[in-house]
Nanobody, 119 residues
Framework: QVQLVESGGDLVQAGGSLRLSCAASGSISNLIAMGWYRQVLEEQRVLVARIFSDGTTDYADSVKGRFTISRDNAKNTVYLRLNSLRPEDTGVYLC?????????????WGQGTQVTVSS
């Protein structure tokens, strides 16, 4: 079973920066992707950024050029650098890991870390 622990969320002013971390523990075989979603209250989760097993990255249009996702394979940790933050970036940032096991794609989620950007 994969467990994910996020950290790094905070209250910052618009234009500020943060770095989120997500440490994964447990057995992760056949990794497909790791990444981050954002959720605001009861709205649907929105993909922010993801990094695939081959290192390819993918970003939401709203964060391209401002956010950077990276991964430390040795530490089983994925990071999200958030620059030039805007009030609309506010939300709970949830880390996920998707991997393959016994022919199934399994997605594990962290509890989330709160990012609040004040104007």
């Amino acid at each position: 079973q994969v467990q994910l622990v996020e950290s790094g969320g905070d209250l910052v002013q618009a234009g500020g920066s943060l770095r989120l971390s997500c440490a994964a523990s447990g057995s992760i075989s056949n990794l497909i992707a790791m990444g981050w979603y954002r959720q605001v209250l009861e709205e649907q989760r929105v993909l922010v950024a993801r990094i695939f097993s081959d290192g390819t990255t993918d970003y939401a249009d709203s964060v391209k050029g401002r956010f950077t996702i990276s991964r430390d394979n040795a530490k089983n940790t994925v990071y999200l650098r958030l620059n030039s933050l805007r009030p609309e970036d506010t939300g709970v940032y949830l880390c996920y890991v998707k991997h393959a096991e016994s022919g199934l794609h399994i997605t594990s989620w962290g509890q989330g870390t709160q990012v609040t950007v004040s104007s």
